[in-house]
């Protein structure tokens, strides 16, 4: 446990000794890093706890439907 706190503190020095004189000089870098680290865990979030089993079951649904009709009418290798 101690390795993992230590990489830790070690991680964030390192971020801190990076991003320090950025945000002291007005860059605008650590705001868009901060701006783009939002949007993936965002979008990471939205898809695994939203859309993510949704989808799954829409295609689920789909191929149910799909192999229903193919039953009823045939299956054509064509189209």
Do not use: C, D
Request: hydrophobic fraction near 40%; charged fraction near 15%; charge should be positive.
């Amino acid at each position: 446990m101690s390795a993992i706190q230590a990489k830790f503190n070690s991680m964030l020095l390192n971020t801190a000794a990076y991003y320090r004189p950025l945000i002291r000089s007005g860059s605008a870098k650590p705001l868009w890093h901060m701006m783009i680290a939002t949007s993936v865990i965002m979008y990471t979030q939205n898809y695994i706890f939203n859309k993510g089993a949704k989808v799954q079951a829409a295609r689920k649904e789909q191929k149910l439907a799909l192999a229903e009709y193919y039953e009823k009418h045939g299956h054509s290798g064509h189209h």
